[in-house]
Every structure is written in C-alpha cells, then in structure tokens.
C-alpha cells in the first residue's frame, strides 16, 4: 500500500522552502526583513505546534500551513529552547493557536532578570554616615547610638549592633569565660546586675563570686 504523505506538512514545507518569498508578519511590533533563514530546528518546533492546534476540516490545511509558515518566518531569530518552553507552556494553557507575539512573549519571560545597580548614597544617608563618625569620634561620645536616613530626615536611634564593656562581661559570664579576677575587678554596679541575673552570687560586703552552674547532661 503506497504512503500518502500528510498534505498538511507538504504544503507546509513548501512554504517553508519557497526561495526569495516574502511572508506577511503574523507579530504587528516586529520588522519585517527581506529574507529570513529558518533555522531547522524552529522549523521543526512550529510543524509540532501545528500538529497540536491541527484543523478539524481538511479545506482548512492550506491556511493552516500558510499560518505556520508565517509563524516559523516571524519566530526565526528566537533561541530554540526558549520556543520549545513557550510551544509547550502555551499549550498546557490555552486551546487556541498562538501568534507569534504570545510565543515571544513567553520566550522574553524566561530570560534572568537584569540585576539592580547598587543603590546610591543620597544626601540624608551622607549626612547620617558624617554625624555617626562625628558622633564616635569623640572621646566621651555614645557608642550605644546612631543617626539612620530616611527618605525625608534622619534621626537617632539605639544601634542593636552595639555592646558596651558591661554587655561583654555579662558575655563572657554567661559562657562561662570570666574567672574571679576578672570578677574582683569589674565596677560593683556590673557585679550586681550580674548577681540579679543569676551569674554572680552576693556574698556580701561587695564580695561577690561566680555562681557554680549544674550540667544539664545527665551523669555528668
């Protein structure tokens, strides 16, 4: 039995390949050049998408593949893989034979977005970032504060970021770092928050001493 070929990829293919033909834009913002070289690989990805959005009547096939010509012609310059993705996103989605537009579309929204340029120092952040180094640069000046910038001003805020010499004490009390002397030695105001804590025990007389801690693990 002789194999009729399917007259919808013939006529296609002859679209394809008619030479110096000039196919009308199925895709109104793009140029339309003189010629255009289809990549084969597009040409085989349109002729798929043609099989899937195939025509129920026979009389429609030579429109069908006139449409698919003018689909390949206006898809060329477009990266095989980013088509691919878009044919088959597309026809997980709508029922209806896309334009070329709907496929570029697609194709642009795979594409890795243009990462930001880094942001510029505006006039309040520069003011603020002079006020902070004026503010730490003085022998006797806050360290526990800092000016932050906003959109319209600046103002004062505590700076999370700061511990002060009394912070590190307790620091190193709490992880088990600090030895007697260093206790001895510490203000007596610190010796006392430290025993309110539970890291110090008052012994009276300012006398104060670190607090044996139980092991939590059993046996030990």
């Not at 429609?60 to 449409?67: C, K």
């Not at 006020?131 to 800092?146: F, M, P, S, T, Y």
């Not at 009276?204 to 001493?209: D, K, L, P, T």
């Amino acid at each position: 039995m002789q194999h009729t070929p399917n007259p919808m990829f013939a006529k296609a293919s002859e679209i394809f390949a008619a030479p110096g033909q000039n196919l009308p834009s199925t895709c109104s913002d793009r140029p339309k050049p003189t010629s255009r070289t289809i990549p084969a690989k597009v040409r085989d990805l349109i002729a798929k998408l043609g099989l899937r959005y195939r025509p129920t009547s026979q009389s429609d096939l030579e429109a069908h593949a006139g449409q698919l010509a003018m689909l390949a012609s206006d898809l060329h310059d477009i990266p095989a893989d980013l088509l691919e993705r878009a044919i088959s996103d597309w026809a997980t989605r709508s029922p209806y034979m896309p334009k070329a537009f709907d496929l570029i579309q697609l194709a642009k929204s795979y594409l890795p977005k243009p990462t930001q340029r880094a942001a510029v120092a505006t006039d309040w952040e520069m003011r603020a970032q002079a006020a902070n180094d004026q503010l730490h640069g003085r022998e006797k000046g806050r360290r526990d504060i800092r000016w932050v910038a906003s959109h319209d001003g600046m103002r004062l805020e505590f700076d999370p970021s700061y511990r002060s010499d009394m912070d590190k004490f307790m620091d190193r009390l709490n992880a088990g770092e600090a030895d007697q002397r260093e206790v001895d030695r510490a203000p007596v105001r610190w010796r006392q928050v430290a025993a309110e804590i539970g890291y110090l025990r008052d012994m009276g007389n300012e006398r104060f001493v670190i607090r044996q801690r139980r092991s939590t693990i059993a046996g030990l």
